[in-house]
């Protein structure tokens, strides 16, 4: 089974801080992504990753950066946190199935920022 | 604008009743649709998928149709169960040469015994 792990279930913050959070996949799949998921917004895509050292900004990456040193791992840097991302973060791989990306979720980091 | 609805944001049904759910999208012209299961404090899980080519795709009690013309595709659970009871995501794949897909925002289905 496909594995997508992150480092922290819960993590609190203070604003200004500068937060990393993990992500490692088991899977050798060439794509990885990070979403933050809201209520009544749905997922939201923040940067995603076709390979390493690539790196390709979503719909909402102001605020945030991320890093892929090695294919299995990807992660997504808040510089300076805000209590507007205090939120749920879920990071997910794919790999090519047939022609099409299913995807693979880690259990999510729900973040406060106080 | 892109954009995809589910529906409504709740369903609540009775068990062994069959659940359907609606996912309708504009602007876009997906290759692919996609519906993922996801229970609360829990990363989606993906179901199945269907391709533009296909009216219909089933697996166990699941069954998902896909309307190009409509622009909408259908989520069917027959003999609901109580451990049906999640938030369902439909997913459009294709909407751009790169391997991103966009995520409706979910509705969450209730089975009452």
């Known amino acids: 089974d496909v594995k997508v792990t992150q480092s922290s279930r819960y993590l609190v913050k203070r604003t200004g801080e500068k937060v990393f959070l993990e992500c490692v996949q088991d899977?050798?799949?060439?794509?990885m992504f990070w979403y933050r998921q809201d209520p009544g917004l749905g997922l939201r895509l923040i940067y995603f990753s076709y390979d390493v050292k690539m790196k390709e900004k979503g719909d909402i990456p102001e605020g945030y950066s991320v890093s892929r040193e090695k294919k299995e791992r990807f992660s997504l840097i808040l510089e300076s946190a805000s209590t507007n991302q205090t939120s749920m973060y879920l990071c997910?791989?794919?790999?090519?199935?047939?022609?099409?990306?299913?995807?693979?979720f880690g259990p999510g980091t729900r973040l406060t920022v106080t | 604008s892109q954009k995809i609805e589910q529906n409504s944001e709740a369903l609540n049904i009775q068990e062994g009743k069959t659940a359907t759910l609606t996912c309708n999208y504009t602007n876009y012209s997906p290759a692919y649709l996609q519906w993922y299961r996801q229970d609360p404090g829990r990363g989606p899980v993906f179901l199945l998928l269907i391709r533009e080519n296909e009216k219909e795709k089933r697996k166990e009690r699941l069954k998902v149709t896909f309307d190009t013309t409509l622009k909408q595709s259908l989520f069917h659970i027959t003999a609901s169960q109580p451990a049906d009871s999640a938030t369902y995501l439909c997913?459009?794949?294709?909407?751009?040469?790169?391997?991103?897909?966009?995520f409706g925002s979910g509705t969450r289905l209730s089975i009452r015994p």
């Open positions: 899977m050798d799949h060439e794509n």
């Open positions: 997910a791989s794919s790999f090519l199935s047939g022609n099409s990306y299913e995807q693979y």
């Open positions: 997913a459009l794949d294709g909407y751009s040469s790169a391997s991103k897909i966009i």
